[in-house]
Every structure is written in structure tokens, then in C-alpha cells.
Nanobody
């Protein structure tokens, strides 16, 4: 019912910037929370940042001051601006969303929706 499509990953040198985007599509009634996780080789997936429906944010400590999440609610899209990138930011970045979708006049919660992932590689 809900699809998340990411874009914007790539290869960048340390100190550089990248901007990721994630667009949610489907019969979306509301987006309750949306955000980014990442998983580096051999490591567990970790939360990078989330933004709630009200706009409150929660950042991983190591990205505070460098990464910024923003959103376009009319497009059901979130962006992750990543500045001052470090080699340790190298990972596959996944978009995540908890949404409410509709079918006819009924609404349903759809939790734990994931994008396909986009690779971010920061060279030293």
C-alpha cells in the first residue's frame, strides 16, 4: 500500500556534502513519522534521524550539527542534507516511514515501511 523511493546517494570525499530524498507514495492519509536509518558493513542498522508528523526531530548524536532533515508535506517527501561527511558515515541509508493509508473510506496504519536503500560512500 505504501512505497518509499530513495535517491541521492553516491561517492563523495570527506568534508563534502550529499542530499538524500525519499518520496512516499500510495493511498497515504497521513505520515506519522519518517526518517533515515543506515547500516554499515558488519554493523547493525542504526537510526540517523526521524521527523514526526508534528515536525519534531531526533538525531543520532554523531550526526548532530552536520545532518539536517527536512520535508515537503505536500509531496510526502523527506530530505536529508548531509554536510561535513566523514568516512564513518559510509553506509547504506534506508528511508523509513510509519503512515496511515486509506482504502475507500477506511484508514489503516502501516508501520515499518522501508525503502530499498541508497549507498553513501565517503572517501578519506
Amino acid at each position: 500500500q505504501v512505497q518509499l523511493v530513495e535517491s541521492g546517494g553516491g561517492l563523495v570525499q570527506a568534508g563534502g556534502s550529499l542530499r538524500l530524498a525519499c518520496a512516499a507514495s500510495g493511498h497515504i492519509y497521513s505520515i506519522n513519522a519518517m526518517g533515515w536509518y543506515r547500516q554499515a558493513p558488519g554493523k547493525q542498522r542504526e537510526l540517523v534521524v526521524t521527523i514526526s508528523g508534528s515536525g519534531s526531530t531526533n538525531y543520532l548524536d554523531s550526526v548532530k550539527g552536520r545532518f539536517t532533515i527536512s520535508r515537503n508535506t505536500t509531496k510526502n517527501t523527506v530530505y536529508l542534507q548531509m554536510n561535513s561527511l566523514k568516512p564513518e558515515d559510509t553506509a547504506v541509508y534506508y528511508c523509513h516511514a510509519d503512515v496511515t493509508y486509506y482504502v475507500g473510506s477506511n484508514t489503516y496504519d502501516s508501520l515499518d515501511n522501508w525503502g530499498q536503500g541508497t549507498q553513501v560512500t565517503v572517501s578519506s
